[in-house]
């Protein structure tokens, strides 16, 4: 089945050590999203990759960049996680047509607990 | 700037009984999308409905149809006869607008009682 795969689906770091999380798709869609989700709260977009176009957010900090190496894959990396940082990365992908009929669809997520 | 508000934090609802999950918009755009996402203890979102800003009649997917009331600029999701597994928090989104962005909303936790 087409999907939106994240990898690992938990993980665990220690305060200041860089950590990368893993996204991949099989629906050949265009647009790649990074939300940042912590408890009880809505999603929140950190960037977006629209084909090779990254496009970040204003209030998204430097300690998180993003890497798209190729149309299935992306990466979000945390240069130095602080306590602040664990919450739940979710990915998301979208056709991106241009019309209001552009869905995206979600991965299951990474849970990040940072020590 | 688009805003979704959800006001209801919490809702419960018997098994196999109807609830309906409220959602109000706000947007300038001219053509817009309303969504609702699924999102259980899991975590996963999960898609369940949609609709256009100039779609005539109202969605439905299976047990979801959403009741969408352009001149209130509204979006409800009703949910018909509830199962033990809806239980579930509940977002409603706007978008993608030329941004290719969601705003979501607050998110509502319905708890389905047996």
């Known amino acids: 089945d087409a999907m939106v795969i994240q990898n690992p689906r938990y993980q665990v770091t220690q305060f200041g050590k860089p950590v990368t999380l893993s996204c991949s798709q099989t629906?050949?869609?265009?647009?790649m999203y990074w939300y940042q989700q912590k408890s009880s709260q809505a999603p929140k977009l950190l960037f977006h990759?629209?084909?090779?176009?990254?496009?970040n957010e204003a209030d998204t900090p430097d300690n998180f960049q993003s890497r798209r190496p190729n149309t299935s894959f992306c990466f979000l990396d945390i240069r130095s996680p602080g306590l602040g940082d664990a919450a739940m990365y979710l990915c998301?992908?979208?056709?991106?047509?241009?019309?209001?009929?552009?869905?995206?669809?979600f991965g299951p997520g990474t849970r990040l607990t940072v020590l | 700037a688009q805003k979704i508000t959800q006001t209801q934090p919490g809702m419960f609802v018997q098994e196999k009984e109807a609830v309906t999950l409220d959602c109000t918009y706000d947007t300038s755009d001219p053509s817009y999308g309303l969504f609702w996402y699924k999102q259980p203890s899991s975590g996963e979102m999960i898609f369940l409905i949609y609709?256009?800003?100039?779609?005539?009649q109202n969605a439905t997917e299976g047990r979801y149809s959403l009741n969408f009331q352009k001149a209130r600029k509204s979006a409800n999701l009703v949910i018909s006869a509830s199962q033990l597994g809806d239980s579930a928090m509940y977002f409603c989104?706007?978008?993608?607008?030329?941004?290719?962005?969601?705003?979501f909303g607050s998110g509502t936790q319905l708890t389905v009682l047996p």
């Open positions: 989104a706007i978008g993608p607008g030329s941004a290719r962005q969601l705003t």
């Open positions: 990759y629209y084909d090779k176009d990254f496009n």
């Open positions: 998301a992908t979208s056709r991106a047509t241009g019309s209001s009929t552009d869905t995206q669809y």
């Open positions: 609709q256009g800003s100039y779609d005539q």
């Open positions: 629906l050949n869609h265009n647009v």
